[in-house]
């Protein structure tokens, strides 16, 4: 593969795309601190607004009296869910599909969901003190908190098939070829995918091991609180009623306010174009959506926002899966057999990293063809996983642990027992090599002087045993987003328009650098001017916010560059202005040089347009066209093959880890991360880097020390909240060896995939333990659970 579609794909010469070190184009008001996000915005006469929040994991209120907390000074509104106005809200099945369910009602299924009331207040402490007021009557309900008990025939069904479902809707998003997914029973939901003949492939086996990955649920922190301000104004210019201004919302959730409050598109404006993003997080709020509600019925501006201790959702859910794998004596899988349980969270959770963990898993990148995948998917009180927030994408490690125990077995390292079943480029019966791969895994092992030992047998000079640890996966793009993209030429600079907001993965400055080397400019040149009505968004899931919208503006940038050739030969063409009121001698304009030349005969570099047969003749672009025009282009590149699910593999990465276990305490130290990644074409590699550096830093926390605990009695959260919770911070942190490699084998923007969230991983640093070691320990490896598996506590 390559970008053999697009313009310029095959480009050989870089002057701007892939530089290191160039300071972005918006990043800076972010380091400096000029940059404002949602909470920064306070606003004249504004009131902030509260939910109440339950205190039980299940429960639901039979009755609230408002009466005491109304009289309370400073108290403006209280809206219950029987409230007309909020009756009228419906939050639309989206991403889950479904019909609309209401936006508050009376029933919680998790500890801190909103619930039942809304308080708005001169401030927060009066909302406070209000929602303490209330008297409120709640029937508590059984709770399933332990996935393992909660598909027992006899645990509490937790969340009873709604009619809808039961006449038999949808099968959901991953629904499809080769599913098999009888009615829900209780509390668990299956999905069922076969793939070959299963028991032909056992019997074909020379050796069977069967072997259990726990995942461990965790959170992760949103670098600024969720929440919007809102209100009401009118303005003639945008029509007839009243116009919205909300701030702290990304575009995604505009759409949704739109639909919500039934308000055209043109008539909501936003000014902030800033919003701290989450890992593949792209859900609403309730504190985003609920404030054009209550500015409404107040007259005023209403701010509302979660704290530290509201913001604590999952980005990865609870999952048990008990894998049955075949293999012949040279390491060469035959079978494998899945059945996992996994976490279906409360109401409105994402399915996407459940239902893709069978369609887009790990299995179909080797040589088997025989491949039984059987999934529970429980419904549990223990929280949210909003939509996307995988961390480990398509379960990656269960087959990573496999590779190991074969290894293991075998007495060979795991990365020959990867290569070997890893299929070729273009099929699972293709028998070549994948160049990405290879030259992934040859340059991973300079790096890391790789030297395999079996486990427990490598020690350090201290007396700490010595671990070590092996996964690939592929660079993916997960494609399909269609790019509406436009470039202007304005009083000689180019500038691109985009909506915003900016939420941390930085495609705009990967678009703007694009666009400076097609148009033979300098990357500081491009204007990026953010307008909450203009219609191009450089969002995607999986890379395609950067390379394939950048693949989109290539083409934009060309058809810009075009009119540009042909308005600068019929500029030179014109005749001189003559005649008129002369207001002095002014500067005498130069002949031009394009003077009888044709568009063709043109081109655009270092900042001028130039005679392509001698560069040497050329014009400053602001003067050698001094028209204003713009080019638009609308659409994609063609599909990634990672839309093959992995029938087909192109760009790769790898990576390995080394640790020291301590046997006497259990600390473990993580030594050294190593990754090689190929992105097909590095655009910036900043944003690179720094989405390894992230990935490998939550990658450590969740399997070394972060963990949600629960009550098993009460049902609640006994690791409470963000502040409490133990992230890794900068300490606690190897540095991550790092090299990129280019093959351009993507087949976006200049052959590039760029590198999703493939790296994000869920064991790397358990297997490490378990080949220092010699014993499995279920993550987060805490001091505790290491000493356990030894047999010392």
Partial sequence: MADLAGVNGTRKNFRVVGKPNLPGVLSWSQATGVAKFGIDYVVPDMLEAKFLRSPYPNAYIKSVNTEKARQIPGVVDILTWEDEDMKKLRLGGGFMGGPPEPFLDNIADQEGAEVGVIVVAENEDICEEALRALEVEWEVLPHVVDLRRGREPNAPVIRPVPPYKAAGGGGGFGAGGGSNNPPKKGNVSYSNISDGDVEAGFREADHIIEYDVNTAAFAGHLPNPTGSVAWWYEDARYGEGKNLHIEGIPAWTEDSIADLYHIPPQKIFRDGMFLGGRYCDWGNRKTQLITPLLARRTGRPVRCVNNRYEMYDFNLNQRYVHLKIGFKSNGLITAIDDFSIADGGVRGSSVFGNTMDQTYGPYFTTRCKNVKQNMEVVDSNRGKMYLSGQHNPMSWDSLM????????????????????????????????????????????????????????????????????????????????????????????????????????????????????????????????????????????????????????????????????????????????????????????????????????????????????????????????????LFATYSGRPPLALWNQRGHALDTMNVAACEVAVDTETGEVEILRFGVVADPGKILRRTSLESQIDQVMDFSAGCQLQEEFIYDPSTGVRLSTNMFDYRKVSMLDMPKVDLELLETRAGNACYGANGISHSLANTHLVIMAIHNAIGKWVESPATPEKVLKALGKA
């Fill in 401 to 628: 642990v496999g590779i190991h125990l074969i290894a293991e077995k075998l007495g060979k390292d795991p990365i020959e027992i990867a290569t070997l079943n890893l299929h070729g480029p273009e099929s699972q019966t293709d028998p070549r090599p994948v160049p990405s791969y290879e030259a992934c895994v040859e340059s991973l092992k300079k790096m890391m002087k790789w030297k395999w030992h079996p486990a427990g047998a490598g020690k350090l000079p201290d007396g700490r045993l010595h671990g070590a640890s092996f996964r690939y996966n592929q660079c993916p793009r997960h494609s399909g987003m269609t790019y509406n993209t436009k470039l202007e030429l304005r009083n000689g600079l180019v500038h691109l328009a985009t909506q915003g907001p900016t939420i941390g993965h930085y495609g705009l400055e990967c678009n703007a650098m694009v666009i400076a080397e097609e148009l033979g400019l300098e990357y500081e040149d491009i204007r990026i001017d953010l307008d909450s009505h203009e219609i191009y968004r450089p969002y995607g899931g999986g890379s395609d916010g950067s390379t394939a919208s950048s693949w989109a503006l290539k083409e934009c940038a060309n058809k810009l560059k075009k009119l540009i050739l042909e308005a600068a030969i019929e500029e030179a063409n014109a005749p001189a202005p003559t005649g008129g009121i002369s207001l002095g001698a002014g500067p005498k304009r130069a002949p031009s040089p394009f003077k009888g030349l044709k568009p063709e005969e043109l081109d655009m570099q270092g900042g001028k347009v130039v005679v392509k047969a001698d560069p040497a003749k050329g014009v400053p672009l602001a003067q050698a066209v001094r028209s204003n």
